[in-house]
């Protein structure tokens, strides 16, 4: 069974400081590693990609990797109450020699306290 | 100009109706899903289809019937609809098989309302 774990919170930071979002997953052959920001009624928007172990930073967002441990990490400095939303990890499982498509974890609300 | 287009974006129907979604995509991507959010808000997997041919089909009751007449096209139809369909239902695309390098760009979404 392919699965994506996730903290469905809600989370809530403190506007300006760090929030972090954790994922697992269960597929040790996963390859690619992404972060959607979902706002409520809206579509999940693309806003980090990872592939290789370490850290991979975008402006205010650093996502992290560990494969090993099969955990992925979004962090976002300096919140903002705009960042509040709900933050869908996903995760690219193969399966033999064909690509599965995403799996999403159920996505952790995060709240920004103004 | 909207990548991945959906329509309708609501649909309200009765029970045992049979209704259709469409998803058109510009971005020239060969792969093209349709995924079902739930009340909960967790994105399943329905089917995935690379250059027109069905790739995914993951389970699901055989009264959903994807079609792709041709790699921007991927069109959802539903038979007799039932009350546990209502949902929103997301189309993506990709550029490659399982959006392996970009992710997949989404869709608007189409709220299915059941009653």
């Known amino acids: 069974q392919k699965e994506v774990e996730q903290n469905s919170g809600p989370l809530s930071v403190p506007e300006g400081a760090i929030a972090s979002l954790n994922c697992t997953y269960s597929?040790?052959?996963?390859?690619?590693f992404f972060w959607y920001r979902q706002y409520s009624g809206k579509s999940p928007e693309l806003i980090m990609s990872?592939?290789?172990?370490g850290d991979k930073e975008d402006g205010r967002f650093t996502a992290q990797l560990n494969k090993a441990s099969q955990y992925v990490s979004l962090l976002i400095r300096d919140s903002q109450p705009s960042d509040s939303a709900t933050y869908l990890c996903?995760?690219?499982?193969?399966?033999?020699?064909?690509?599965?498509?995403?799996?999403f974890g159920k996505g952790t609300h995060l709240i920004i306290q103004p | 100009d909207t990548a991945v287009s959906q329509t309708p974006k609501y649909l309200v129907t009765q029970m045992g109706n049979d209704k259709s979604i469409k998803c058109e995509q510009n971005?020239?991507?060969?792969?093209m899903y349709w995924y079902k959010q739930d009340s909960k808000k967790f994105l399943k997997i329905m089917f995935s289809?690379?250059?027109?041919?069905?790739?995914i089909n993951e389970t699901v009751p055989n009264r959903f019937s994807p079609k792709s007449p041709d790699k921007a096209h991927l069109n959802l139809h539903i038979n007799s609809l039932e009350l546990g369909d209502s949902a929103v239902y997301f189309c993506?695309?990709?550029?490659?098989?399982?959006?392996?390098?970009?992710?997949?760009?989404f869709g608007s979404g189409t709220r299915l309302t059941v009653v």
């Open positions: 971005l020239g991507h060969d792969t």
């Open positions: 990872i592939y290789s172990n």
């Open positions: 996903a995760v690219n499982m193969y399966s033999g020699g064909g690509a599965d498509g995403l799996t």
């Open positions: 597929d040790r052959g996963s390859q690619s």
């Open positions: 289809y690379n250059n027109k041919e069905l790739i």
């Open positions: 993506a695309s990709s550029q490659g098989l399982g959006g392996a390098s970009y992710g997949y760009t």
